[in-house]
């Protein structure tokens, strides 16, 4: 039997780059990932939008591919938000500022994950389904008393600090209520929060992933995962760029044969999409 | 040598099983007698032209191979050995001269064959948003 879509978005918050006065750019291989990742969801497994900001959406114009997201560009949302969060400490907050606008249930699709099979079957029977787990390393999910903290604020005593975080690359969250517990929870933390760490990551794993944890065990709800181990070869339906990303952006050899590794996979799909066309000739 | 190519033919229909042994010896005298390369390049392109391989985009592809092999040999990361591997291929080295080449081994192991999708949270990751590297999946196109 066919499961009803699921409609996903993907995020292209600029704020986090310019703020900090650089000019906002994705490599081809990091493009032609976004471009793969839109137009498998929507073979799959329903449609997509995109929440961007008007940097975000000049580059997608100048890129030609506004015609994407089969679901629509909106870019209301992020460049009209004025929650006091600083876009560098908390770089991936667009993402959650559009999950709050996003009606349940909704998939957060990172940019740089393809989901290569129809998961609606998966996802369904779920209340909340992430990528996968993390380790609690120390030295990136930090101790409650090392995180920096808004003035007057204060971790509620009933917190698991043992809870393993989520990878939230993909995020699959059925109920509205279970979507505002936890993204009230990570306002209040991110909210007003500017003091800058040593490093830009702790910070916001603690608001995104391990946060999501923490708040699925408060409410006493299991957290499903696509996948058990992902380095697993028996993954057979998600590609992410994770860290491989800062590899890509080192090494021009590297996205050459990436690109064309997901070109000789995905040509069917992307042969569909005419602007695809520039890559093609790039790569192969 | 007499040399008659145009040099314009594409190197989709590979290479004869001499070539390929001579690009290998190439490609190991590269590593290991740097100060022999222009001599070689200079064999390596009369080569070309006798086999009617497109010495150019030969030499694009063994340039993209030693700069991943100087990334790689600054990493030791599986990921990095895997496209290194992939880009010998695209050279004409197979996977058993590549192992004659005797580069260093990746200095950790991943991807493992455990479980499928669609499962619960498993305390064996030991994985983080920090690590640096993984690329997951890659198996899915080829890497």
Request: one cysteine or more.
């Amino acid at each position: 039997m066919q499961q009803p879509a699921i409609p996903a978005f993907h995020v292209l918050w600029t704020k986090p780059v310019t703020t900090g006065g650089k000019h906002f750019s994705m490599n081809n291989a990091e493009i032609l990932t976004m471009v793969v990742s839109a137009l498998m969801w929507q073979k799959h497994n329903g449609s997509i939008k995109l929440y961007t900001d008007k940097a975000g959406y000049a580059f997608i114009r100048s890129r030609k591919l506004s015609a994407l997201w089969d679901g629509g560009i909106d870019t209301e949302l992020l460049e009209n938000n004025n929650y006091p969060i600083d876009p560098e400490i908390f770089w991936a907050a667009g993402k959650l500022i559009a999950l709050e606008a996003q009606a349940c249930p909704c998939v957060m699709l990172d940019t740089d994950l393809i989901v290569t099979l129809p998961i609606q079957h998966l996802l369904k029977p779920t209340t909340i389904t992430a990528l996968h787990s993390e380790a609690l390393q120390p030295e990136v999910y930090l101790p409650p008393s090392l995180l920096k903290k808004p003035s007057g604020f204060s971790f509620p005593d009933d917190y698991n600090w043992n809870t393993l975080p989520s990878n939230t690359a993909f995020l699959y969250i059925r109920d509205k209520s279970f979507k505002s517990f936890y993204l009230n929870e990570s306002k209040r933390f991110m909210f007003r929060n500017m003091e800058k760490p040593t490093e830009m990551v702790s910070q916001m794993v603690f608001a995104e992933q391990r946060l999501l944890s923490i708040c699925a065990d408060r409410q006493h709800l299991s957290i499903n995962y696509l996948l058990s181990d992902p380095f697993s070869l028996s993954n057979s339906s998600v590609i992410h760029l994770w860290g491989f990303k800062h590899l890509l952006r080192q090494n021009e050899n590297v996205r050459a044969i990436y690109s064309k590794q997901l070109i000789e996979k995905f040509g069917e799909v992307l042969s569909a999409y005419p602007l695809f066309i520039p890559y093609d000739e790039k790569y192969m | 040598m007499s040399i008659n190519s145009d040099f314009k033919k594409t190197n989709s229909s590979g290479a004869s099983i001499t070539m390929q042994h001579y690009i290998f010896a190439f490609v190991q005298d590269v590593i290991n007698q740097p100060d022999n390369l222009k001599r070689s390049e200079q064999w390596l392109k009369e080569y070309c032209e006798k086999e009617n391989v497109n010495y150019f985009e030969l030499n694009r592809q063994l340039s993209s191979f030693f700069e991943l092999l100087e990334a790689y040999r600054k990493t030791n990361t599986l990921v990095l050995y895997r496209f290194l591997q992939l880009q010998a291929q695209a050279c004409f080295i197979d996977e058993e001269r590549f192992a004659l080449l005797r580069i260093q081994p990746a200095n950790y192991e991943f991807p493992r064959i455990t479980a499928d999708m669609g499962t619960s949270c498993s305390d064996k990751n030991t994985i983080t948003s920090s690590h640096n590297g993984g690329l997951v999946g890659g198996h899915l196109i080829g890497l």
